[in-house]
């Protein structure tokens, strides 16, 4: 079957940084997504990784290993309005749409 | 509008009632994707349109479920007789075939409760 394991919830300190794991069995692999989403609101893309490694964008960092079905979602200096949830999905095959999600970090930000 | 919009934002029903949905996607996007949300809960996917081709349906829960989208733009989703059960938030997604990474852009979500 197909699965995406995330941690219910997490918390951190302002201006720490976190990482947020992400492990998946699909039965093919064709990309892996982060999105945020603040309590109450639509979920926003935050990242895409398809290959092996660390793709960096600001503050936010995405890693992916496909040998291991593994991610994580790295938060560095950590702002109070970082406190969301963290979806991690996952596309299994190449050219379909839809999305396999995992059921979401909650991450809680204490100052 | 530039993103995706969802109405109405909220919708109270007695249990029973038939409720529609709407989904306006950005335009010129290809695909358009129904979600459900059930509080603290992961996405659930509905149903998914993609250009001219026939609906993936296999997300629906039951077939007091269905959903439709017109000129290849604006969708509904309807839900008959509803039930206790369905209330969530339920939100719609479109993305562009061809674009970098495909990714799904959201709308504001409705909010449903059933009585």
């Known amino acids: 079957g197909q699965n995406i394991d995330q941690p219910t919830e997490m918390t951190a300190t302002e201006g720490a940084i976190v990482q947020i794991n992400c492990t998946y069995q699909?039965?093919?692999?064709?990309?892996l997504f982060w999105y945020q989403q603040h309590a109450g609101e639509a979920p926003t893309f935050l990242s895409y990784?398809?290959l092996d490694g660390l793709e960096e964008k600001g503050r936010f960092s995405s890693f992916l290993s496909r040998s291991k079905g593994y991610s994580y979602l790295l938060l560095k200096e950590l702002q109070m309005k970082d406190s969301a949830s963290y979806l991690c999905?996952?596309?299994?095959?190449?050219?379909?749409?839809?999305?396999?999600w995992g059921a979401g970090t909650k991450l809680i930000i204490k100052p | 509008g530039a993103g995706v919009s969802q109405s109405p934002s909220n919708k109270v029903t007695e249990k029973g009632k038939d409720v529609e949905l709407r989904c306006d996607p950005i335009s010129g996007h290809t695909a358009l994707y129904w979600y459900r949300q059930s509080l603290g809960q992961g996405l659930e996917f509905l149903i998914y349109?993609?250009?001219?081709?026939?609906?993936?349906k296999s997300g629906l829960p039951s077939d007091r479920f269905s959903a439709e989208r017109t000129g290849g733009s604006v969708s509904t989703l309807t839900i008959q007789r509803t039930q206790q059960e369905d209330s969530a938030v339920y939100l719609c997604?479109?993305?562009?075939?061809?674009?970098?990474?495909?990714?799904?852009?959201f709308g504001p979500g409705t909010r449903l409760t059933v009585l």
């Open positions: 990784n398809v």
């Open positions: 349109f993609q250009g001219n081709s026939a609906p993936d």
């Open positions: 997604a479109s993305s562009l075939w061809g674009s970098s990474y495909n990714e799904q852009f």
């Open positions: 999905a996952v596309r299994d095959e190449p050219g379909n749409y839809q999305l396999i």
């Open positions: 699909t039965s093919g692999f064709n990309g």
